[in-house]
């Protein structure tokens, strides 16, 4: 299995902390959020990562150079500033062909802070193709949200009404199901939309396929504001 971290956004949210540095080099009570997924993906025996970059590219790199037990490889998004990383994962998709990368996905956001046990929980659920959810707490709406049916997603956006799953956005693909959202991705991209969240693309397949929603009762947080860096901060401190 080979890991996907998507790191190639501006974090403009997170600004002024993002002027000088990417959202995941962000830290959280004295460490990168990188860092926090990095040492996950680690202690869970997966040792391959390819990592997306945009602005400070270079600092990722360096970073990744001074991290050990993990082999790296880098996409970069030249286009960061008018795309979306729906665009991203297009590039993803060429790296992994002209590579002749066959493996199985694990994909995620890189402004997630968890630890090994929500990675343990997506690797040893038994559906091959799953996404982290959970259903108990406040749901935050302007992060993504799930609706599931029989404990299979169904449609996976932003600010859903009614009953849903808060969605963290890391992702367990069969090699197969992955390479049909980067198909479906690559009908977007052919159209122009490259602004959306690449979720877009997933929900025209989630009729016909069972993306398992793997609930978790371990602590996961996306750091997209200020606001959000400080429960963060506040939680790991305790």
């Not at 990368?101 to 929500?118: A, C, K, S, T």
């Not at 367990?172 to 693309?201: C, P, S």
């Amino acid at each position: 299995m080979i890991a996907i971290i998507l790191a190639s956004g501006e974090g403009s949210r997170l600004h002024p902390l993002t002027k000088d540095r990417p959202k995941p080099l962000v830290e959280v009570d004295g460490k990168p959020i990188l860092e926090f997924q990095l040492d996950a993906l680690r202690a869970n025996g997966i040792d391959r990562c390819v990592l997306t970059t945009g602005p400070f590219a270079e600092q990722l790199r360096s970073f990744a150079a001074e991290y050990s037990g993990i082999e790296f490889e880098f996409v970069h998004n030249e286009r960061y500033q008018e795309t979306d990383y729906i665009y991203t994962l297009a590039l993803v998709g060429e790296f992994l062909e002209e590579r002749d990368i066959e493996d199985d996905v694990l994909l995620l956001h890189g402004d997630l802070v968890f630890g090994p046990e929500v990675i343990e929980s997506l690797l040893t659920a038994p559906a091959g193709n799953g996404v982290l959810v959970q259903g108990t707490g406040p749901i935050d709406r302007k992060d993504f949200c799930a609706r599931v049916e029989d404990g299979t997603v169904r449609l996976i956006d932003t600010y859903l009404d009614g009953d849903v799953y808060q969605l963290y956005p890391v992702y367990r693909f069969q090699r197969d199901m992955f390479d049909r959202w980067l198909e479906q991705i690559e009908k977007h991209i052919n159209t122009g939309d490259v602004e959306q969240y690449a979720e877009r693309a997933l929900n025209t397949l989630l009729d016909s396929i069972a993306l398992s929603a793997v609930e978790i009762d371990s602590y996961c947080r996306e750091v997209d504001t200020p606001a959000d860096l400080t429960e963060v901060s506040d939680r790991i401190e305790r």
